[in-house]
């Protein structure tokens, strides 16, 4: 399995802004888990404001692969909207999972 770790900050932190972005990273996450093979991912509030996400793929392939998958409409006015409420996102980390306690 490999993972891909984030960090988002929003342009607006209020309770509507971060609705909004709840509900946008979960339907481009669908979108990837659904059309691309991804496996999901996790969302998180850090206590310094900003959301702390990972993604979890198969494979480096699968997740490479994801870049040429023809994306919906409904995936591109996601992807306005999230470019509306969120600055640059920042990759934390990436890798291979080593060890996996999750239940």
């Known amino acids: 399995m490999y993972c891909v770790s984030y960090r988002f ?3 607006s ?3 509507e ?7 946008v990273w979960s339907g481009i996450t669908e979108f990837f888990r659904d ?8 969302l998180h509030y850090g206590n ?3 959301f702390y996400a990972y993604a979890q793929w198969p494979d480096v392939e699968t997740m490479t692969a994801s ?7 409904e995936f591109l006015a996601l992807r306005v909207k999230w470019a509306e409420l ?6 934390l980390w990436e890798g291979e999972v080593l060890a996996d306690m999750l239940v």
Do not use: W
């Open 86 to 91: 969120c600055g640059p996102s920042e990759v």
């Open 67 to 73: 870049q040429e998958v023809e994306v919906t409409s």
């Open 17 to 23: 802004t971060r609705r909004q972005f709840i509900a």
């Open 35 to 42: 059309d691309c093979g991804a496996l999901g991912s996790r």
């Open 13 to 15: 932190n209020n309770s």
């Open 9 to 11: 900050q929003l342009l």
């Open 48 to 50: 310094d404001g900003a």
